[in-house]
């Protein structure tokens, strides 16, 4: 079938002399494409550049129980969140192929070094969307002796409701969320949102971190 049509003439148009037009069939088709290249462009943006550290945000698990996260560790032992009762926690959701994660790196082994050797806090990894030899291969390289476990039903991001890498919560002693860092942490950022809760006596409401 051809590509073209005949239409009618145009008013100053001879009517002996029909105006052929070419079909645009493919331009919504186009279109399409290209805004799907542009929002594939946004993610892997989103995913790669740096961010901001210690930026508190809204959750609505603040102030509640923290989800319980009983799974495996890379290395295949038995991991459960509620061994930890007693310690901070900072649960930190990542993934080897994330440029903020790799940038908080340090201040997670920063926090996690000063806070072990106090004997009352801890970080625990969670994978995320990475191989296990990749991110085995990763703490081998970048140090880190923390659970790194892993996440293979998205079950744990779904009750914790993660939603981009980093980002990291912290779970009080008494195994309430304190608070929801999103983007890359620092070791004095969460020291300070602890020092403040300790300051308080209490694990804050859900309406008491900004």
Known sequence: ?????VTE???????????VRAKRPHVALGVCVAVGVVVAFLVVVLATSPSSTDRITKSPLVGKP???IVTKTIDGQAFDLSRYEGEWVLVNFFGTWCTPCRQEH????????????????TVVSVVVNDDVSTV????????GDWPVVTDPDASILLNYGNVKVPES???SPD????AKISGGIS???????????????SSPSPTTVP
């Open 187 to 201: 070791a004095a950022g969460v020291d300070k949102v602890i020092a403040e809760i300790d300051a308080a006596g």
């Open 1 to 5: 079938m051809s590509d073209t049509t």
């Open 106 to 121: 340090p201040e997670l082994r920063k926090f996690a070094a000063e806070h072990e050797a106090a004997g009352d806090g």
């Open 169 to 171: 919560y912290l779970v």
């Open 175 to 178: 195994g309430i969320i304190a």
């Open 66 to 68: 923290a989800p319980a």
């Open 136 to 143: 085995k291969r990763y703490f081998e390289e970048q140090g």
């Open 9 to 19: 003439a145009a008013p100053d148009e001879s009517p002996d002399e029909p105006v």
